[in-house]
Nanobody, 121 residues
């Protein structure tokens, strides 16, 4: 019932830009931190960016200065603006959110379905 829906992936040339979107839906009491990860074939899932509920951000060194994470609280949506894309950015990109589903309960980690980003040389 609770899910994260992604959009914005695709094929771009090196140096190009994409903006990924991820919207949380369902019966959610509160959205805590949200983040973005990616996974290339044969590789471990890699942390990219985190946006905490208080507004602080954290970026992996590999994307710092090129990627920007933001959110629209009214739309329950987190964005990842990706600029100056490189072929090594090619991967499946996943959004993640920690969601409070019941008052005084724990938060749960949810993942989006993943969206393919391919950067050509």
């Amino acid at each position: 019932q609770v899910q994260l829906a992604e959009s914005g992936g695709g094929l771009v040339q090196a140096g190009g830009s994409l903006r990924l979107s991820c919207t949380a839906s369902g019966r959610i009491v509160r959205i805590n931190d949200m983040g973005w990860y990616r996974q290339a074939p044969g590789e471990q899932r890699e942390f990219l960016a985190l946006l905490a509920s208080g507004g602080s951000t954290n970026y992996a060194d590999s994307v710092k200065g090129r990627f920007t994470i933001s959110r629209d609280n009214a739309k329950n949506t987190v964005y990842l603006q990706m600029n100056s894309l490189k072929p090594e950015d090619t991967a499946v990109y996943y959004c993640n959110a920690h969601l409070l589903l019941a008052s005084f309960g724990p938060t749960y980690s949810y993942w989006g379905q993943g969206t393919q980003v391919t950067v050509s040389s």
